[in-house]
């Protein structure tokens, strides 16, 4: 079964970094990019950006550039999305996300990972 | 970036009814459009890809229209497990956007 298995719940202080992981399983890594979206609570989705598993390669939204670091690791089939500099407008449900089936949709999400920032 | 702008932002209807979403691209995108359906606390569910493309084990109650700008979902009898937001979101370029989306109420 294809799955993406994402870490717990954060809380966070402000000016902070988070670091969340999405674990693979079900399929080869390396052949399907790995996205991230942002989702505020009561509000839409975002994409946040995407990393190439086969040789790292980072395209970011322009909203996250310079905040955001989004990298995967193929000796344990797990992305991670690094957020930092973190204020009260990050608390946040952040999905993983692949296009496995169709490469201009995404097919398989995570659970998501809650990420509170609170002093 | 493309703008991806969806309507109704909500729509109350009853079981059974027919019940049309529709999103607009700022540009044009083909047929890359994809809509999917989020529940409360739950991640979101592709429905269609491609603009009309259903997704495996997606009841045939959905079907997606449209290309270039203009696209629409229509779900042709609505049940009560229907009841949720739906979001478009545009595949032609980076960054991926989405449509603000639209929450299905029960009337």
């Known amino acids: 079964e294809v799955q993406l298995v994402q870490s717990g719940a954060e809380v966070k202080k402000p000016g902070a970094t988070v670091k969340i992981s999405c674990k693979v399983s079900g399929y080869t890594f390396t052949d399907y990019y790995m996205h991230w979206v942002q989702q505020a609570p009561g509000k839409g989705l975002e994409w946040m950006g995407l990393v190439d598993p086969e040789d790292g390669e980072t395209i970011y939204a322009e909203k996250f550039q310079g905040r955001v670091t989004i990298t995967a690791d193929t000796s344990t089939d797990t992305a991670y999305m690094e957020l930092s500099s973190l204020r009260s407008e990050d608390t946040a449900v952040y999905y993983c996300?692949?296009?496995?089936?169709?490469?201009?949709?995404?097919?398989?999400w995570g659970q998501g990972t809650m990420v509170t920032v609170s002093s | 970036d493309i703008q991806m702008t969806q309507s109704p932002s909500s729509v109350s209807a009853s079981v059974g009814d027919r019940v049309t979403i529709t999103c607009r691209a700022s540009?044009?995108?083909?047929?890359?459009l994809a809509w999917y359906q989020q529940k409360p606390g739950k991640a979101p569910k592709l429905l269609i890809y491609?603009?009309?493309s259903l997704q495996s084990g997606v009841p045939s109650r959905f079907s997606g229209s449209g290309s270039g700008t203009d696209f629409t979902l229509t779900i042709s009898s609505l049940q009560p497990e229907d009841f949720a937001t739906y979001y478009c979101?545009?595949?032609?370029?980076?960054?991926?956007?989405f449509g603000g989306g639209t929450k299905v109420e029960i009337k």
């Open positions: 996300a692949t296009a496995y089936f169709d490469p201009h949709a995404f097919d398989i």
């Open positions: 540009q044009g995108i083909s047929s890359w």
């Open positions: 491609a603009a009309s």
């Open positions: 979101q545009q595949a032609n370029s980076f960054p991926r956007t």
